[in-house]
């Protein structure tokens, strides 16, 4: 087991702030959401990782009504200020705005900042569709507030389907002093031979961009279940294109938690991994985040 193990995708939540979790029961990619419609406090993720070898981790953004970011942003930090979890923040902001400087100054006072996560994924599945279109990742305005991300350290929280692929990839080009970090492994949906073949070749050109590295997070999403043969088969791809110190792990608890616990999926990543060699296990599962999210040596393991 690798020294230095870190969850770079998770959530905690109070159903109070999450209108996504207090309105009645809607179709989503990840199927039914009854048993997360609740609190899902930051005591009951470190009881969910015991056991894991899990020695930091990374909060991304939730979902709060968009005006309440750097109040969510704030919660979290008293979270960890309280229990020591978790070690990073990946926040909201709003993208469009004509220049989110503003709000990149309010979240610059909360010492875990690390990302920003506005997730930009359309597809013409509207059960699928997040973004209100599929070519944000063109759009000139935010273009321009991805690149002002370079000047507070922070790297952009990417989230695209394989459609939106060579865009994300051109926006990336556009701002090379950022760090896209791509959530999900590219959201791989259509797994027809036809459909993974587009993505595969979304994918190379994402990792053609030195400045991307891939999430391997979130792969039971659109199957609804911790399949070990389907994650390791993404995982190998990901990782020839991208390279181990280009990769990291993330559970995306507890929406994962629908249809697992976080020891089968955890051991899914590893025996996906395990023929590689040791120094490139640890990249994936603690180093390239370590190094992305710049945390702190771990002090125990979970």
Sequence with gaps: MTSVVVDAHHHIWRQQDLPWLLGPMQPRIFGPYEPIRRDYPIAEYRADIAGSGVTRSVYVQANWPPARYLEEAQWVQSVADATGWPHAIAAYADLTADDARAQYDRLATVPLMRAVRMQLHWHANAQYRFAARPDFARDPVLRANVARLAAYGWAFELQVFTSQMQDAADLAAACPDVIFILQHAGMLEDTSPAGEAAWHAGMRALAAQ????????????????????????????????????????????????????????IGAYRAAIADLPDADRDAIMGGTASRIYRLEEPDHAA
């Design 210 to 265: 030195s400045n991307v590295v891939a999430k391997l997070s979130g792969l039971g999403t659109f199957i609804h279940r911790n399949d070990a043969a389907h994650i390791a088969r993404i995982v190998r791809v990901t990782v020839a294109l991208f390279g181990p110190r280009r990769c990291l792990f993330g559970s995306n608890f507890p929406i994962e938690k629908l249809w697992t616990d976080y020891g089968a999926l």
